[in-house]
T-cell receptor
């Protein structure tokens, strides 16, 4: 069964350091999403890609966060510099298109110390 | 901020009991998706609803898209221990490119 892959699963970093997360969506899924989930809350959409283009990044803190999907397949989310408040689960999801059913990866648990 | 409110926030039930939870919003949604999340894992899609009034089942799970398009409910029949987790509703607003997750309902099943 096709799955969304994410790495690393866990990341501990010191504040002010740079950190990057990688996501490989289900093959054929044109739309890719990055979410941030704070413990005890629902996921919050950070950025949405349609192929290699950003569709929505209105909730992405652009002073420190960046995301790219250069070839329209896998994607990288970067934080530089990391802050204590960035500690959260970062989830990647993909779908065939638009707002259709999204399938999630296992997430990357980030701890900033 | 959050557009979807889920209730109850948490539930503690005996194995074998039926469960009902709902999701409401002040805004109209085009689609309702129900997800289950286990600790430390990503959400898993349970049911997708696309039309007002639609009633859809997936095994012991049944979900309905409210007529007003502002609510949805999820029922679980004959609960079992592996139903434990956090259940989220989610969906896109009708008005534009905004997708939201609900506040979540935490389910504990007591054997």
């Amino acid at each position: 069964e096709a799955e969304v892959a994410q790495s690393p699963r866990y990341k501990i970093t010191e504040k002010s350091q740079a950190v990057a997360f990688w996501c490989d969506p289900i093959s054929g899924h044109a739309t890719l999403y990055w979410y941030r989930q704070i413990l005890g809350q629902g996921p919050e959409l950070l950025v949405q890609f349609q192929d290699e283009s950003v569709v929505d990044d209105s909730q992405l803190p652009k002073d420190r966060f960046s995301a790219e999907r250069l070839k329209g397949v896998d994607s990288t989310l970067k934080i530089q510099p990391a802050e204590l408040g960035d500690s959260a689960m970062y989830l990647c999801a993909s779908s065939l298109g638009g707002w259709s059913e999204q399938y999630f990866g296992p997430g990357t648990r980030l701890t900033v110390t | 901020g959050q557009q979807l409110n889920q209730s109850p926030q948490s539930m503690f039930i005996q194995e074998g009991e039926d469960v009902s939870m709902n999701c409401t919003s002040s805004s109209i949604f085009n689609t309702w998706l129900w997800y289950k999340q286990d600790p430390g894992e990503g959400p898993v899609l349970l049911i997708a609803l696309y039309k007002a009034g639609e009633l859809t089942s997936n095994g012991r799970l049944t979900a309905q898209f409210g007529i007003t398009r502002k609510d949805s409910f999820l029922n679980i029949s004959a609960s079992i221990p592996s139903d434990v987790g956090i259940y989220f509703c989610a969906g896109p607003l009708r008005t534009g490119n905004q997708f939201y997750f609900g506040t979540g309902t935490s389910l504990t099943v007591i054997p």
